[in-house]
């Protein structure tokens, strides 16, 4: 279940175990048990093979930091392997909720997760890129991992930093962000109207959400 990204608490589902109890034959354990005696031991053989994968290999890392539906700060680290040939293997090394989202925070979640990477010894030359988005305290944080990581290279995201642009762009031109905001309460859960619209004008498609981050595209 847990490789085929389906979470564990599907096993409360009735349902759901009485499919899995009648097409395996077999005795479905309860989330509990699942969680109690197999979780962790997948953890581990699977944060086994990414340090075999990974070996004395140079890797790139990325985090992401997002909100998750409680308001919770959390955040992903994500590695890749530097091959001269061709790309390498990419995988998720770490997940963890932030306390808040800033430079230190950060810091240390990098510092942390190249801890459980290489428990036996940091290898601080074999990490040359560090990928984030251009926001201040991830910029901030970079200059930081830097200091450890003499060898690191930190790139920001392109694609934030034309966001950021049109951001700036978008506020010179008022009237228009009046009409993106007028389109969307026309057309937003209104269904009937939606319904005329296609009516009148078949041959054409409905126009995408008008939301403002699509100043940026």
Request: neutral net charge; contains cysteine.
């Amino acid at each position: 279940m847990l490789f085929a990204n389906i979470p564990s608490y599907k096993l409360e589902n009735v349902k759901f175990r009485e499919f899995l109890q009648e097409y395996t034959g077999k005795v479905i354990p309860k989330e509990a048990t699942l969680r109690n005696g197999y979780v962790e031991d997948c953890y581990k053989n699977t944060l086994e093979k990414i340090r075999n994968h990974v070996s004395n290999n140079k890797i790139w890392i990325s985090i992401d930091e997002t909100t998750d539906i409680e308001g919770c700060f959390v955040a992903n680290v994500i590695i890749g392997v530097l091959l001269t040939d061709g790309p390498g293997e990419i995988f998720l090394l770490n997940t963890e909720e932030l306390e808040k989202a800033n430079h230190q925070t950060i810091f240390e979640l990098f510092d942390k997760s190249m801890n459980l990477l290489w428990p036996q010894g940091v290898q601080h030359d074999g990490v040359l890129l560090f990928l984030s988005d251009a926001a201040p305290y991830m910029v901030k944080s970079g200059k930081e991992i830097q200091t450890l990581y003499s060898k690191l290279v930190h790139v920001t995201c392109i694609v934030h930093g034309f966001h950021r642009v049109a951001e700036e762009v978008r506020s010179y031109f008022n009237t228009v962000d009046q009409l993106i905001s007028s389109v969307k309460k026309v057309f937003l859960k209104a269904p009937s109207r939606t319904r005329i619209f296609k009516n009148e004008v078949p041959d054409i498609s409905i126009q995408p959400q008008p939301i403002s981050t699509r100043w940026g595209i």
